[in-house]
């Protein structure tokens, strides 16, 4: 049978409801209509507000390096471990290097994985580390297919930072030694320059380095796995 013979059913309206909208780049408004379903009043009364400036600054304002509640909760296990190298040393030349090469990777990210053929346009950096494309797109393969090379290039990126942090392995109390000093010294590096790119995601990735290392050395205590919860 050739189905070109036959012609395709229509819709009863051309005209697609506009809550649909939010996955085209450039919507024109003769193509959708207001839908008085749920979906449509739910869509409509979604407002997202700009970050005013003040904001901006407040989130920007940089404040001593382990002063936060974390670093001062995490301090005395980490003492314990390291001595008085716990304490702030603003000493960061290995760290530097790793932090360059970091950003170097990172900033390839956002740009190879977006959307977008506009020249400038990059993904945030909080849009790689929950893993996911906030800019709309009609072709939803195609957002699947971006969203998924660039989790992929994003845990080979912070599996090659982990290794930086604590070299192959930590099977060693000296390896789980060295690789806590290194993991902590970024973490402080990350506070003490929040406003650069890429610092807030590189001290996570530290902070994880840390609680490995804590836990391997005692100061944590692994979770309890019970068969009966």
Known sequence: ????????????????PDWHAAEVVSPRETDYYKSMKALGVLYRQIKLDEISDEEKRLVSTQSKPLTDPLSRCLLPRVKECIG?????TGNF???????????GELEYISV???????PGVQLLEAEIVAGTILAKCSQKRMRKDRIYRMRTHTEALVKDVQKDFQGKSIDTIDQQLTAL?????????SQKFNNR????????IALGVI???LEALGQIPPPKVSWED
């Open 1 to 16: 049978m050739d189905l070109n013979s036959f012609d395709l059913p229509k819709t009863l309206i051309r005209c697609k």
């Open 84 to 88: 008085m190298q716990a304490f702030p």
């Open 93 to 103: 030349s290995e760290v530097e290097k790793i932090f360059k090469r970091y950003v």
């Open 112 to 118: 190879t994985h977006t959307l977008s053929n506009t």
């Open 181 to 189: 000093k290194h993991a902590w010294r970024a973490w402080e590096y």
């Open 197 to 204: 790119y890429g610092a807030n995601s590189f001290g996570f």
């Open 211 to 213: 609680f490995d290392c």
